[in-house]
């Protein structure tokens, strides 16, 4: 699948809307959706995004500038598990709670689409452009992020909760007898994200029909 210009989470320069940038946005989310559970979870896997973009844009730049073009692929793609080892012994380290039930979650960036289509978006790019571009995208992989956390914390569990991952203890009970519960659970994670992104699609089509 050709990753270049491909990146829809880039809200600020987004790309067409077409197969392959679907396809890229659906595997850039996947894994990550499943963490998406509460909004607390997702900040804090959020948190630790966030250091592992950074830390794989600075880490690729070195590549692209050092290594030959022809090896470049099997040295991003080592750094990318590299990195997110890394930034799991950060969250083993930090967030001992979180780490128990969702730590694998965070090593599975580094087999999401999203490093892949920031690698390729980024080669003609220098460092300050290539950092403006991975934050950039990082803040659309962020909106998704806490809208399907909030739908399925608030959906799924008819409450908002902190405290089992963090020293933040809050809880407000909405309507927790007529929860849906089908979104607390994996499956939910499937549910939200095909919705959003038939969102995406139908907003493409839109477009292109007007």
Do not use: C
């Amino acid at each position: 699948m050709e990753l270049k210009n491909q990146n829809l989470l880039n809200v600020f320069k987004p790309s067409e809307v077409n197969s392959q940038s679907i396809s890229g946005i659906t595997l850039a989310l996947l894994p990550a959706a499943f963490v998406a559970r509460t909004i607390e979870s997702a900040l804090i896997f959020l948190l630790l995004a966030l250091i592992y973009f950074i830390l794989t844009t600075i880490t690729i730049k070195g590549v692209q500038t050092y290594l030959p073009k022809k090896g470049n692929f099997l040295f991003a793609t080592l750094s990318f598990v590299t990195v997110a080892v890394f930034v799991s012994l950060l969250s083993n380290a930090f967030f001992v709670t979180f780490a128990s039930e969702y730590n694998h979650y965070v090593v599975l960036l580094s087999v999401s689409a999203l490093p892949y289509m920031l690698e390729a978006d980024n080669e003609d790019k220098g460092i300050n452009q290539s950092m403006l571009n991975t934050l950039q995208s990082f803040v659309g992989f962020a909106i998704v992020m806490l809208l399907i956390a909030i739908f399925r914390e608030v959906v799924g569990t008819g409450m908002i909760t902190f405290g089992k991952f963090s020293d933040i203890n809050y809880q407000v009970d909405l309507f927790r007898k007529y929860a849906l519960t089908v979104f607390a659970e994996p499956l939910g994670s499937f549910v939200v994200l095909g919705f959003i992104t038939a969102l995406v699609k139908g907003k493409g089509d839109f477009v292109w029909f007007s």
